[in-house]
C-alpha cells in the first residue's frame, strides 16, 4: 500500500524514531501501524512500548465527587489562557454536576441535557460566544462506590492531569488519594497483571525475543531473558507491580494491601493527550521526505 506522509507522521509521534526510519518500518510492514511499531521497537529505534502522544490541545480535567458517585471530565479550550479564565472554570464545575446528575452514557447524550431549560450543547456555545474561544466537551467517566470503599481524587497543575481512584474495601481516602498521585506521575495503563490480556502479552514476548536475538544473544539464554524483561514490562504498565513514588521499598501492591482494600479501577486523564492543535509544516516536511527517497 501506498505511504502517506500521516502515516509517517503518526509512527513517528508514537515512537519517537527517525521519519526515514518510520518509513522503511512502514514499507517493511505494508503500512500496518502496530507492526511498523514492533519493527522499530525490535530494532531498537523505540525506547517504549507506549509512548504519549504528543499533547497539544489546552483546557482543564476536573473531577467532582458526591457522596458514593465521582465524575471526572476533560473541557478543552484553544489556550492555556483561557483555560484559567474564571468563566471557562465555573462552566467546566456546571458540567460536572449536571452529568453526575444525570449519568448520560456518552459525550453526545451529554450534550442534550438540558439545565433551566438550556441544553449543554447550548450552554457551551454561550460560553463560546462570551469567552472568543472553542470549547468542548471531549470526555468523561463517572464511578460509583458503596460506604465501605474511597475513592482518591487528584489534579496535577491545577488540572493538566486528573485522576480519579476507586479503592475497594477501604475508606481510607487520604491513601486513595495517595495512589491517584501515583498514577498521575507513572501513568500506568492496567490496575493488575490479569487485566492484560493473553494476545498483549505474546505479543510483548515476541518483540522482546527478537530484541535480544537482534542483540546476539545465544539462543539458549533467550527465553529466560525474556521472561525477565517481560517482568520488567509489567512493572512499566501495571499499577500493582510498580515501585511505589511516595515510597521507593514498597510496591504499590504492598501500599494498597495495607489498606485493608483493593484498587478496582482509576481513570486518568492527561489534557490534550492524543490532540493536535497545530499541523504547521510538519505534513510538508514529510512529504517531502517520502518523495525524495
Not at 65 to 92: C, P
Not at 199 to 226: F, H, S, Y
Not at 265 to 270: D, I, M, P
Amino acid at each position: 500500500m501506498a505511504i502517506t506522509a500521516q502515516l509517517v507522521k503518526e509512527l513517528r509521534e508514537k515512537t519517537g524514531a527517525g521519519m526515514m526510519d518510520c518509513k522503511k518500518a512502514l514499507v517493511e510492514t505494508d503500512g500496518n501501524l502496530e507492526a511498523a511499531i514492533d519493527f522499530l521497537r525490535e530494532k531498537g529505534l523505540s525506547s517504549a512500548a507506549k509512548k504519549a502522544d504528543r499533547i497539544a490541545a489546552e483546557g482543564t480535567t476536573y473531577i467532582l465527587t458526591e457522596g458514593n458517585e465521582a465524575i471526572i471530565l476533560e473541557v478543552n479550550a484553544e489556550t492555556d489562557f483561557v483555560a484559567k479564565n474564571e468563566k471557562f472554570q465555573a462552566l467546566v464545575a456546571s458540567l460536572a454536576e449536571q452529568l453526575l446528575a444525570a449519568k448520560p452514557e456518552s459525550v453526545e447524550a451529554a450534550l442534550e441535557l438540558e439545565k433551566d431549560g438550556v441544553k449543554i450543547v447550548d450552554q457551551i456555545s454561550s460560553a463560546v460566544a462570551t469567552i472568543g474561544e472553542k470549547i468542548t466537551l471531549r470526555r468523561f467517566e463517572i464511578k460509583t462506590k458503596t460506604d465501605a470503599d474511597a475513592f482518591g481524587a487528584y489534579l496535577h497543575m491545577g488540572g493538566r492531569i486528573g485522576v480519579l481512584v476507586a479503592l475497594e474495601g477501604s475508606t481510607d481516602e487520604a491513601a486513595a488519594k495517595d495512589i491517584a498521585m501515583h498514577i498521575a506521575a507513572i501513568n500506568p495503563t492496567y490496575v493488575s497483571r490479569e487485566e492484560v490480556s493473553a494476545d498483549e502479552v505474546e505479543r510483548e514476548r515476541k518483540v522482546l525475543t527478537e530484541q535480544a536475538l537482534n542483540e546476539g544473544k545465544p539462543e539458549n539464554i533467550v527465553a529466560k531473558m525474556v521472561e525477565g524483561r517481560l517482568g520488567k514490562y509489567f512493572e512499566d504498565v501495571c499499577l500493582l507491580d510498580q515501585t511505589f513514588v511516595k515510597n521507593s521499598d514498597q510496591k504499590v501492591r504492598d501500599f494498597v494491601k495495607s489498606t485493608g482494600g483493593n484498587v478496582t479501577s482509576f481513570t486518568r486523564y492527561a489534557v490534550g493527550e492524543g490532540i493536535e492543535k497545530r499541523e504547521d509544516n510538519f505534513a510538508e516536511e514529510v512529504m517531502n521526505q517520502v518523495k525524495g527517497n
